[in-house]
């Protein structure tokens, strides 16, 4: 966020969102303003209307499985909030954090936004934390253009290099036979526990739609 927007700047964010988001923004100097959703994500005209009326260049957003709505993006507001964004003049972070927790049953996975922005909008962010272990604190970022080497100027000050032990770890895992066995795993497990969770919500609050 830092090397996006300057302290005081205005950063749009999805609302609802995680008390992370606001945080880190806030810690960095930014005034998160939020952009309402509904079941199919981010509304666009709403967006657009935040744009006009803060001057943001910069919007965080989760179109994969948003924390804490659930909610993905619909296939018609893509490019929509990708067009609004670039009319703005504006960088569009994709914090796509969930992609790897899929229920085992999962259909199809729409792909990043990033790989829809042939502009260098999109600043793709991923990890592999929460798919292995919160002590793995390895990610990756994608960007395009000017803003990559301000982006790895930040980095270089603020972290100088991922650990080496942590940076061997990562691709023993990710190059290993054992990773596919693994997501496979994950998956399976979290069909599990979504199906528990149903079967207690039918049961405690049938008025509820599932």
Not at 43 to 70: I, K, M, S
Request: hydrophobic fraction near 50%.
């Amino acid at each position: 966020l830092r090397a996006l927007a300057p302290p005081g700047a205005p950063v749009l964010v999805e609302s609802p969102t995680y008390p992370g988001m606001l945080a880190v923004a806030r810690a960095t100097g930014l005034r998160p303003v939020p952009v309402p959703m509904d079941a199919d994500g981010i509304r666009p005209e709403l967006l657009a209307d935040a744009f006009r009326a803060t001057g943001a260049r910069v919007l965080v957003t989760q179109p994969l499985f948003q924390n804490p709505t659930g909610a993905t993006l619909a296939p018609a507001r893509r490019p929509e909030v990708l067009a609004i964004a670039r009319a703005a003049g504006a960088f569009v972070i994709e914090d796509d954090f969930a992609r790897r927790l899929v229920h085992e049953d999962a259909g199809p996975l729409p792909p990043p936004l990033a790989a829809d922005d042939p502009d260098g909008v999109v600043v793709h962010v991923c990890s592999l934390t929460k798919v292995t272990s919160p002590s793995l604190r390895v990610g990756a970022l994608a960007a395009r253009g000017p803003v990559l080497e301000r982006l790895r100027a930040i980095q270089v000050v603020d972290s100088f290099f991922v650990p080496r032990p942590l940076q061997e770890a990562a691709l023993e895992l990710v190059g290993s036979p054992a990773w596919g066995r693994h997501l496979a795993a994950v998956a399976a497990e979290l069909r599990g526990r979504r199906t528990v969770m149903a079967t207690a919500l039918r049961s405690e609050l049938p008025a509820l739609a599932l």
